[in-house]
């Protein structure tokens, strides 16, 4: 499950996505007007790094999707990725990164892929530790099944093609989308989808794996 707790955040995450966005190749859209659909969470099996999917509209037609992964240190050899620092009112500064350079985040969602998983639980949670869980914004789910293997993203080639940010190695190859795409291109093991009401979420996909 993921905890998210009820406290201020400085600069807030779509602060930091308005700065970061304008930069990127696959981004076309205002980053003055950046509306969100919402946001699906992934645990860290460790429990140190967090990770989540944000979605969202930019004043034109595209829905975007960006994936951040949230540190309390700076990841090392993460320099490329970094979107912004935030103070968190409980956990002190924050370091948010671009979550395709995080391996974290690689080896979670690859796994939801290939193991057919969903997003995970959310709890809020206050100053007291008092804790509530909540409906998430927008639900993923992989497609795969339960017993697969996973392959083994921890040391990757990140490179842009188009709307999709790729991490690959010499045997497997991780898309992110950035416009939520409906086709997950050549014969994918396993895609992310998002699910429910969502305008178009049956052929909604975030990321995509090949092997």
Not at 158 to 174: D, K, N, Q, Y
Request: net charge negative; charged share 20%.
């Amino acid at each position: 499950m993921s905890i998210i707790h009820r406290t201020t955040l400085s600069p807030s995450k779509y602060d930091l996505l308005a700065a970061w966005l304008p930069a990127q190749p696959w981004f076309a859209g205002d980053a003055a007007r950046l509306a969100p659909v919402g946001a699906y969470r992934f645990d860290d099996p460790e429990g140190e790094v967090g990770l989540e999917g944000h979605v969202f509209t930019a004043g034109d037609e595209v829905v975007y999707h960006v994936p951040l992964a949230y540190r309390g240190a700076a990841l090392d050899d993460g320099d490329d990725f970094v979107v912004g620092t935030m103070e968190h009112g409980m956990l002190g500064t924050r370091w948010a990164y671009d979550a395709i350079g995080d391996p974290v985040f690689r080896a979670v969602l690859s796994g939801a892929i290939v193991r057919g998983e969903h997003g995970s639980r959310e709890f809020t949670q206050d100053a007291e530790g008092n804790s509530a869980e909540r409906e998430p914004s927008v639900r993923v789910r992989g497609t795969g099944s339960a017993g697969e293997p996973v392959p083994d993203l921890a040391a990757v080639r990140v490179l842009s093609e188009g709307a999709a940010t790729i991490a690959e190695t010499e045997f497997a190859r991780l898309a992110v989308h950035r416009a939520v795409a409906v086709d997950a291109g050549d014969d994918p093991v396993g895609t992310l989808s998002l699910l429910g009401e969502w305008p178009g979420a049956v052929d909604a996909l975030l990321a995509s794996l090949t092997v």
